[in-house]
């Protein structure tokens, strides 16, 4: 299995370039710690928490439609539910999902899937 970095999107309305061009599909890569401390430095930050997620959307949205680079003023010119859907397509991919293991029941051996939670395990067995 293969380790996936980049996920493809299609906007729910797609931005409207500056000749008229509508751009829906794209494509968001994982973010990397540096996307998300670099722009805490950002005067942009320090004078609006908000405008983090728009500066955080520059950095990991490689490719929207025909356009290549994406910048801060392209983020900014987004319709809000495209904005919304980004961010959640963001939070999406980047949460860790806790890892599974294969049990069973002991009684009827029924076959499921558990979350490991290696936190809990290691302060358990301390």
Known sequence: MAFQTEYEFE???????????LHRRGVMRL???ADEILPMKDPRVQSNPSYLTVILMARVVTKLGDLRHIDTRLVEKLFTADLAYLQNLYRQ???????KAAAACPKCDHEFEVAVDFLSLTEALS
């Open 11 to 21: 906007l729910p309305r797609g931005y409207v370039d500056e000749h008229g061009n």
């Open 93 to 99: 991919i980047n949460d860790l999902e806790a890892p």
């Open 31 to 33: 973010a990397t710690a």
